[in-house]
């Protein structure tokens, strides 16, 4: 029987009674009145709403009766009289109510989850019968809480186990600069607030501990209408900035995304097991598989007319079937409401090219970190017994082992011990104590000055090694006598490297997404833009990574948070020199032969005149050697001045020490204007330190008694002259700005030669530094082409699909079936077979989005000076390769030419490629897909130069040196296709099935790691890549 609009159904003498017995608050909501209209409308129920009198008041007696109940509980619901109500008038219940009191316990929710085999995050429950309780089975240390045995490593979340308490913290390690974030809920535009100063945990109730998972900053609400129909959308994670995203009409911006058959299931699953027809829950999305993390009971989409449509038929099917069966297969030829969808204009996304048919694809990213303090090392044997037996403590007590001293607690241990041991008072100038004990004293002054600095200990700025030396006695009376001591510091972002990465970030939101503007943003919260961030382990690239997150994402707050939510580590692929130390030696062997001899050599791949860059040291001054010694006078000059500064800086002995804030250096986003104003150095290095590192430095560039050179410690140098020139020159150093130049000359050209000091050493010694990122990068491009040409024929398919479609339609004049609005997507097995590494996708029947199917992927590399140099160097000097002789570099001969004159990749300095595909060439065509290079030198520019701007003088009063624009490697108009760029740079790069498994370091267990099954299928890839080209190099 076919309902006409409007008309009634006889059930026992009337409509259906639908009752409403909810608080009148959640009932006046815009998306339970959108929903009742459309239900009422059908013409089928009526609506009956229990007032909040009726509800508090009256007995369950009295109530209005009804043939179908919707209710669920709510701040001050009496949940055991409808219970009571239900079990005297038997109604159909939409949402049951027993299972609702689960919801209230966040411990049985979980115990619910796994008892239906849905996946939820590890996690460990600490009880207390009142607040305070000591109970033996939990433990807390610095970056780990124990419970049961269990370990949980920050970043770990706190939940209240009370299912109504939305006061959850997320805890951070040391490593990344400690504090605390608070989750709650959303007041004004804020819904969490970072506290740096917190890192103990709560002890005044019950909590959950559970693992952190890591989702890219994105979080997914889920809602389902029955356990066939789940609705998804996504938004941005409160753990990122706090900061709530808003609309023009202030509501929360979301975006519909599409769940994978698996999340399907666990949405049918978590229906069923509460046994709630409509119900929201909260889903994480890491590292390629998904979690419940919370169960919210009765929610409903907001903003969404398509959801809503969908709601009231799934809800009138229902309710039809338990009340009127006959009824409820069918729906009106006519929905029977009618409105007016709002129409939010949008651009047409990411269209950039030569032409209008190009399509950014790509975005792949290898950038330097921003400013830093020049780094340290201090050295010196130690015999004190306080040392020693600190080195035990920390080793095992294992008397020939070396000890690594990098925690907080550690750090703290070493300073306690440093300060009984340095001497209260500095001896005289006619002082008779030993040359070798004062030294001594001098570097453990120095070592105690390092460890109070800036505040804070942690692990990512300062490391400490104690190796032992000499021993005594035997067996198990054996223990050490003298011990190497090795303090490693410095190489701290500074504020100015904060500012400069969050600039490039925002730079590249505007300008590296060509006709995006802010639109970047919209396309990243429509997870059509898969955006990684990966970082080395070093801490000022791990912060300049979560700095320019920040500018690029448009985020706020600390950068902690940031860091921790969207920034991986892969210090194999962005860390050390190690695989090329053979061939570095070599170089520098033989640079020192230039520097000090002038010994030049033309190569035989060009003349020196027409390409510079072929000889042997290119870019060396012809007088190095006189520059080295005018070097060694200038930087005696310089230190004698610090030197005075030290000794007349006066150092309060007797005040008590606090223990030292690990998380202030780390939000520190301005210059520190008192200490300039009172003389002092800028940041947080004082007098002493200032004076260690320069004397260190004039030690170590030259020694008098053999009369011999260092020239590594040229860079050193120039990087202090540097540094103190745009942090420091309020101190007035005579002579710094003739030091910097000098030294300047010489790092030109020793800089560019340590990473080869001709063109086929560089390209030997950059293929081995960069080997694994240079394969991650082909990787990145040919998933993204795999992806592109899947959506190209994808389309056409479905273009075919549905004018054939169409035509049956018009020709049979049947109105279709509207199964969808039950069971979307489950019938798409495109859709459940789509690619395993894009799966997350915007949901194009929900979005109000002109190019649902538009997918940008961008990759950031955050790495050091030498992976710039070594990747820069193979995409210069590839075509040398005996394997690719006769190819054409893939840099242009003016590129070449500029880049020779570019003796510094500086401070945020960076290699962009982006891939654009040209959707009006066919797929089999190789200029489909084409590749666009370009760098930039970074904050390349001198400190002594005037600046003609007012931004340029504004940014050097805050310490802080502009970043110079992108230039392009290639002509404009050439075309440089995705398949040439492969087989120049396959053979330098590492194949995929050469990556070893990803293991994540203690402590951040879930958030460094990669999914093997990607990796796996990138091994196919390559195999098919290998097959396609063994022919051209045979």
Avoid at 540 to 568: C, H, N, Y
Avoid at 589 to 599: F, H, P, Q, S, Y
Avoid at 928 to 944: C, H, K, Q, V
Wanted: glycine share 6%; net charge negative.
């Amino acid at each position: 029987m076919e309902v006409e609009e409007g008309a009634s159904v006889d059930v026992g003498g009337g409509k259906i009674k639908v009752g409403v017995c909810v608080m009148e608050k959640k009932v006046s909501s815009s998306p339970m009145g959108q929903i009742l209209d459309r239900l009422e409308s059908f013409g089928e129920f009526e609506i009956l709403h229990f007032r909040d009198k009726v509800i508090l008041e009256d007995p369950i007696e009295s109530w209005p009766i009804c043939d179908c109940l919707i209710a669920f509980h709510s701040t001050g619901y009496p949940l055991e009289k409808a219970q009571a109500y239900a079990a005297l008038r038997k109604p159909f219940l939409v949402n049951e109510l027993d299972p609702q009191y689960l919801l209230h316990d966040r411990r049985k929710v979980y115990e619910h989850l796994e008892m239906y085999g849905i996946p939820v995050p590890r996690y460990a429950c600490v009880n207390r019968k009142v607040p305070n309780e000591e109970v033996d089975y939990f433990v807390e240390e610095e970056d780990f809480v124990e419970v049961n045995g269990e370990r949980f490593w920050k970043p770990f979340v706190e939940k209240p186990v009370n299912g109504d308490d939305h006061s959850i913290m997320i805890y951070y390690p040391s490593s990344a600069g400690g504090g605390m974030k608070e989750l709650f809920r959303k007041i004004g535009n804020r819904s969490s607030e970072f506290h740096p100063d917190v890192r103990r945990v709560r002890r005044e109730g019950s909590f959950i501990y559970e693992e952190f998972m890591s989702t890219g900053g994105t979080d997914v609400k889920v809602y389902t209408v029955g356990p066939e129909y789940a609705h998804a959308e996504a938004r941005k994670s409160p753990v990122v900035d706090g900061v709530v995203m808003r609309n023009t009409d202030g509501k929360e911006v979301r975006y519909p995304v599409l769940l994978t058959p698996a999340e399907k299931q666990m949405a049918r699953q978590l229906c069923i097991a509460f046994r709630q027809t409509v119900c929201g829950f909260d889903l994480l999305r890491s590292e390629g598989c998904s979690y419940v993390c919370d169960v919210n009971g009765w929610s409903f989409v907001k903003n969404s007319y398509k959801y809503y449509d969908d709601a009231a038929c799934v809800l009138r099917k229902m309710c039809l079937d338990v009340k009127a069966p006959h009824l409820s297969s069918t729906l009106p030829h006519t929905l029977p409401w009618k409105f007016s969808k709002p129409v939010q204009p949008n651009k047409r996304l990411t269209r950039q090219g030569n032409g209008q048919s190009e399509e950014l694809r790509c975005v792949i990213a290898v950038i330097r970190h921003g400013d830093r303090t020049p780094k340290q090392k201090v050295k010196l044997n130690v015999t004190e017994a306080k040392l020693l037996n600190l080195m035990l403590k920390y080793n095992g007590g294992k008397p020939r082992a070396e000890t690594k001293l990098k925690s907080a607690v550690q750090l703290q241990d070493l300073l306690d011990a440093t300060r009984m041991l340095v001497p209260r008072t500095r001896p005289g100038r006619e002082s008779d104590s030993d040359p070798e004990d004062l030294e001594h004293a001098e570097k453990l002054r120095q070592v105690k000055a390092v460890l109070e600095e800036g505040g804070n200990f942690s692990g990512i700025y300062r490391k400490v090694q104690l190796k032992p030396l000499k021993w005594d006695g035997e067996g198990e009376e054996e223990r050490p006598v003298e011990a190497l001591m090795i303090l490693k510091y410095g190489g701290v972002l500074t504020h100015a490297g904060r500012k400069q990465a969050e600039e490039l970030g925002r730079f590249f939101r505007y300008n590296m997404y060509p006709g995006e503007g802010t639109g970047l943003l919209r396309l990243h919260s429509t997870y059509r833009h898969d955006l990684k961030i990966y970082s080395s382990d070093e801490g000022r690239v791990q912060m300049s990574a979560a700095a320019f997150a920040k500018g690029l994402l448009d985020l706020e707050g600390q950068l902690t948070p940031i860091l921790v939510s969207l920034v991986s580590k892969d210090s194999s692929m962005l860390d050390g020199l190690d695989t090329a130390s053979i061939e570095m030696e070599a170089a520098k062997a033989r640079l020192n032969e230039i520097v000090t001899c002038g010994k030049k050599m033309t190569n035989e791949h060009g003349s020196s005149e027409e390409f510079p860059w072929m000889t042997d040291g290119a870019g060396v001054p012809p007088n190095a050697n006189g520059l080295l010694r005018e070097l060694v006078t200038l930087t005696k000059n310089v230190t004698e001045q610090v030197r005075i500064l030290a000794m007349d800086e006066k150092e309060n002995l007797t005040e008590p020490y606090d223990m030292y804030d690990q998380a202030k250096a780390l939000g520190k986003t301005n210059i520190d204007s008192d200490r300039i104003a009172s003389g002092l150095p800028c940041g947080s290095e004082g007098f002493l330190l200032m004076f260690a590192r320069w004397i260190k430095l004039a030690r170590d560039l030259y020694n008098e008694r053999k009369d011999r050179f260092d020239i590594t410690q040229i860079p050193d140098i120039y990087d202090s002259c540097k540094y103190d020139l745009l942090h420091n020159s309020h101190l007035g150093l005579q002579g710094l700005d003739e030091l910097f130049k000098v030294a300047q000359l010489l790092a030109d050209g020793v800089i560019p030669n340590e990473y080869g000091i001709n063109p086929q050493q560089k390209l030997k010694i950059g293929s081995k530094v960069a080997r694994r990122l240079m394969g991650k990068i082909l990787i990145d491009l040919r998933n993204t082409r795999e992806e592109a040409m899947s959506v190209a024929e994808l389309k056409e398919q479905h273009v075919t699909l549905s004018l054939s479609a169409s035509k049956k339609q018009q020709d049979k004049n049947i109105q279709p079936k509207r199964d969808d609005l039950r069971r979307p997507g489950t019938g798409d097995k495109d859709e459940d077979d789509d690619d395993k590494e894009t799966k997350y996708r915007l949901d194009p029947k929900y979005a109000n989005v002109k190019t649902p199917e538009r997918h940008v992927r961008t990759r950031l590399y955050f790495t050091s000076e030498s992976h710039i140099h070594s990747l820069m160097n193979v995409l210069r000097y590839c075509n040398l390769d005996e394997s690719l002789q006769g190819e054409e570099s893939l840099i242009s001969q003016n590129a070449l030419e500029r880049l020779f004159k570019t003796k510094e990749l500086d401070y945020m300095s960076y290699i962009v490629l982006r891939l654009f595909e040209n959707t009006e060439v066919s797929l089999e065509d190789p200029k489909r897909f084409r590749i666009e290079l370009t760098f930039s030198r970074g904050a390349d520019l001198s400190p002594l130069e005037e600046k003609n701007d007012e931004e340029a003088e504004s940014l050097m009063r805050e310490h802080t040196l502009p970043i110079m624009g992108p230039e392009r490697l290639q002509e404009v108009g050439s075309c440089l296709t995705l398949e040439t760029m492969e087989k120049m740079v396959h053979p330098f790069a590492m194949p995929p099935e050469d990556f070893p498994p990803a293991s994540a370091p203690v402590g951040f267990s879930g958030y460094f790691s990669k999914s093997a099954a990607v990796l796996e299928r990138l091994v196919k890839l390559f195999h098919s890549y290998k097959n396609s080209s063994s022919n051209g190099k045979s």
